[in-house]
């Protein structure tokens, strides 16, 4: 409980530090007298950078502890005897002759007896415990002595290794807490001041609209493209839209250029900061159509679509195990939390590791999810695919359909996992096709891909909503309409813009 009230902790602190940073980046901005230089020794930036620096050694001294183990330790093993002698040999006649001049014989009888438990291998048991019978009289016993005990100290190891697990989580919880303090100090102190010439070319041109252009920083970051502040207002008591100043901005800059996410839409006459930046190459246009298995009424199929900040649009679909009230919550924590993540600007792969730790340290029995996202950057097209236990993606162009399969295990199983991984560019009137297991499990085993390939291929619709209902209709007719497992389809179209 400790270790996931901790894992809690960290991530509400990630989540905090990244909107602290838009906070305090504002802040600077609408300084009214003050005009802050940027440099890459500011002293604060040095004090975050050390913070994270503190958290990083504190989660390398927790990856230096003992990992996990597999089998009993040869210490485990003799206290196994050890406990054995005292319960069964201590009152015995035959002690003397046993443990005496037999020592060394009944102890290597006893290690590859626990060995031979431990393996499950009953054959290798039977034949230890009959070499035994020639110095012991009471080897059946003495057996089921020993494996009481055995499942003592087995039971000690998986709470031991249960404890290791939560450790490694908070410890990578802490490593990810120390990257994004750091990302936060390149952030915040990342902006400077626009070149005086691109500062005066830009009060003429917004001068001729009746702004009065006050600040300009610009910040240029991620595969060159262009980030820009104007602090501005109007005079006259007129009001421009935000969507005409970037269009200005777009002739200046010689790239098209648009007001960012949750900026303000109309300037007016008083100053105010407005983000810009360099307009995406793609937008997305989606839809979904779900089936709740016979006999449920809540479905454990969870998914989400989303576009950030850095022209990422992201699509997640989790499926808990079963289906049902537990299922459903089990997969709304999932992209729940992948949604606040990969808002606040983690990788896919970062994002889905945090949520996977949360879910150990939750170490609900038996309870895990499906981890399936695509992101899509839309100005390059390329869509990178993440998954964890889920169903195959579908890439549909023009008169081919390709699909993005995984074999790894669902998020929440265990600490170390291994996420399957993959990259494809995509074009103009592309189609992502992402499903649930519960969709391919209704048709022909063994041929659920090349089915599923065939019916998209048979789609003529163009409506991302048609297409997803078009295929879970077609899917029902294999299972004689109706739905043994709760059913998720998601189609995304990709268009030039």
């Not at 039971?155 to 936060?184: D, K, P, Y």
């Not at 008083?270 to 307009?279: C, G, K, L, M």
């Not at 969870?302 to 459903?328: H, K, P, T």
Request: glycine fraction near 6%; proline fraction near 1%; hydrophobic fraction near 40%.
């Amino acid at each position: 409980m400790q270790e996931w009230m901790i894992a809690m902790l960290v991530i509400s602190m990630l989540l905090i530090l990244r909107d602290m940073a838009k906070t305090i980046l504002a802040g600077h901005m609408h300084k009214k007298k003050n005009r802050y230089e940027f440099c890459e020794n500011h002293p604060q930036k040095d004090k975050v950078v050390r913070y994270a620096d503190s958290f990083q050694k504190l989660a390398d001294t927790f990856y230096g502890m003992p990992y996990r183990k597999e089998y009993l330790s040869s210490g485990q093993i003799e206290k196994i005897l050890q406990d054995t002698t005292e319960d069964m040999c201590s009152r015995c006649y035959h002690k003397e002759i046993c443990w005496g001049q037999n020592t060394e014989t009944m102890k290597k009888g006893g290690e590859a007896l626990i060995r031979a438990i431990e393996e499950g291998n009953e054959e290798e048991e039977e034949a230890v415990r009959c070499r035994l019978a020639e110095l012991c009289c009471h080897s059946v016993q003495y057996l089921e002595i020993v494996r009481e005990n055995f499942l003592k100290e087995k039971q000690n190891l998986i709470w031991s290794n249960r404890m290791i697990e939560n450790r490694l989580a908070v410890a990578q919880q802490l490593t990810e807490t120390a990257r994004i303090m750091g990302t936060v100090a390149e952030d915040l102190y990342d902006i400077s001041p626009a070149e005086p010439d691109l500062q005066d070319n830009l009060k003429k041109i917004l001068k001729k609209k009746h702004i009065l252009l006050k600040n300009t920083w610009v910040m240029d970051k991620v595969e060159g493209r262009r980030q820009m502040f104007l602090t501005m207002k109007t005079k006259n008591g007129k009001c421009v839209s935000v969507t005409e100043i970037a269009r200005m901005l777009s002739g200046l800059c010689e790239c098209a250029m648009t007001s960012a996410q949750d900026s303000r839409c109309i300037v007016n006459n008083e100053y105010h900061t407005v983000h810009f930046v360099e307009d995406v190459s793609y937008q997305v246009i989606y839809g979904a159509s779900k089936l709740t298995r016979e006999e449920e009424k809540i479905s454990g199929d969870n998914y989400i679509f989303s576009q950030n900040e850095g022209g990422r649009f992201v699509m997640c679909l989790s499926d808990g195990m079963g289906s049902g009230v537990d299922a459903c919550r089990e997969s709304e924590t999932v992209v729940e939390l992948l949604e606040q993540f990969l808002e606040s600007g983690f990788s896919q792969e970062t994002a889905a590791r945090m949520v996977n730790s949360a879910l150990v340290l939750k170490g609900r029995e038996g309870m895990f999810s499906t981890v399936d996202i695509c992101a899509l950057d839309l100005y390059t097209g390329v869509c990178s695919f993440l998954k964890a236990g889920a169903a195959s993606t579908f890439i549909k162009r023009d008169h081919w359909v390709e699909a993005v399969s995984s074999e790894s295990l669902a998020a929440g199983l265990m600490q170390q996992i291994d996420f399957d991984t993959a990259s494809r560019k995509l074009y103009h009137g592309d189609y992502l096709i992402m499903m649930t297991d519960g969709v391919l499990d209704a048709l022909p085993i063994e041929r659920e891909e090349a089915t599923m390939k065939e019916i998209i291929m048979d789609i003529q619709e163009e409506n991302p909503r048609e297409i997803s209902r078009g295929i879970l209709e077609r899917v029902l007719g294999y299972s004689d309409y109706r739905a043994k497992d709760d059913m998720t389809v998601l189609v995304a179209g990709i268009l030039r813009k």
